[in-house]
Nanobody, 127 residues
């Protein structure tokens, strides 16, 4: 089956850390721009971080810079999102997505335009 499967979400205290994983099956992730989005209840979807397919260039939204790190392990066909110094406002469902278009188009795509979109994993930051 061709899919993206996220894991690693959970409940964490403010200031804590989580590492999200997104494993691809049925296709090779290396050729794709891969990234993370999040959506909190009642809020718009937000692009978090992505890695470009051609040169590995990374982009992160300002609110997570210095706290979140995106990385990819092509041998494991997996992308990770290391999240540190978590804040309550980071609470959301986190989704990974993959597309052949470059990073500067990635966050502009509608959900239905992506080549692949995962099912999401819940991250809750609360004391």
């Amino acid at each position: 089956e061709v899919q993206l499967v996220e894991s690693g979400g959970g409940l964490v205290h403010p200031g804590g850390s989580l590492r999200l994983s997104c494993q691809a099956s049925g296709f090779t992730l290396e050729a794709y721009t891969i990234g993370w989005f999040r959506q909190a209840p009642g809020k718009e979807r937000e692009g978090v971080s992505c890695i470009n397919n051609s040169d590995g260039e990374e982009y992160s939204t300002d609110s997570v810079k210095g706290r979140f790190t995106i990385s990819r392990d092509n041998a494991k066909n997996t992308v990770y999102l290391e999240m540190n110094s978590l804040k309550p406002e980071d609470t959301a469902v986190y989704y990974c997505a993959a597309d052949l278009r470059p990073w500067y188009q990635f966050f502009l795509l509608d959900r239905g335009e992506f080549d692949y979109w995962g099912q999401g994993t819940q991250v809750t930051v609360s004391s």
